[in-house]
């Protein structure tokens, strides 16, 4: 079997936001809601930070353990639609209305975004479990900022639970997206060209 060509392209950009509410999950399973794609994702920011843990003995280092910190997700998009903010911060709707308060409990969602390439190719990128928390109201900015904590949880064919997965997919190809969406969503990418999905809103 031939040995895959590395790709060193430079990144161009992010695009194609998805999330899904988790409806259930636990050690052995998962469930998804429907697929919802949020556009004009401008900037993502994904940190998961690594402290290395050294154990000593004998005037040395008798061995280092490596402890995962919390994943912590930064987004940007052009704007956020008001349907997405009621779902991904927990609001309630009183009388047609978005309100905020002290109880709005934000769902556990799953989330999938790409980084486009020059040569064509992407990377898709998956978060399986965390909760995005309600951005500031600002009359001035172009932009809205969301940031969102995750965790992990479990993944089919994983020897153990998983925060982040990743793939990367030539122009053309869509292996790794079908693969990621069916890990992360527990459901399949059926998209066209255009950016309109079926069980996938574009």
Known sequence: ?????????????????YYAVLTDDDDHSFTGGE????KFLQNIEVEMP??????YGDNGTAEIAISGGNVTVSTQFHKVPIQDKNILFGLEKVDGLSSIG????????????????EDGSKEWVGLTKGMFMRSKISGKTKDEEV??????????????EKSVLFGADKKGVTDSRDSLFQKIFGKPYRGTNDG??????G
């Open 1 to 17: 079997m031939a040995e895959e060509k590395k790709s060193y392209s430079a990144s161009t950009g992010v695009n194609e936001f």
């Open 35 to 38: 697929i919802t794609r949020i």
């Open 50 to 55: 690594q402290e290395a843990m050294r154990a």
């Open 102 to 117: 002290g109880e709005d409990v934000p769902p556990y969602v799953a989330a999938v975004f790409t980084k486009t390439f």
């Open 147 to 160: 940031t969102g904590e995750f965790m992990e949880r479990y993944v089919e064919g994983a020897s153990s």
């Open 196 to 201: 309109k999905q079926g069980g996938v809103e």
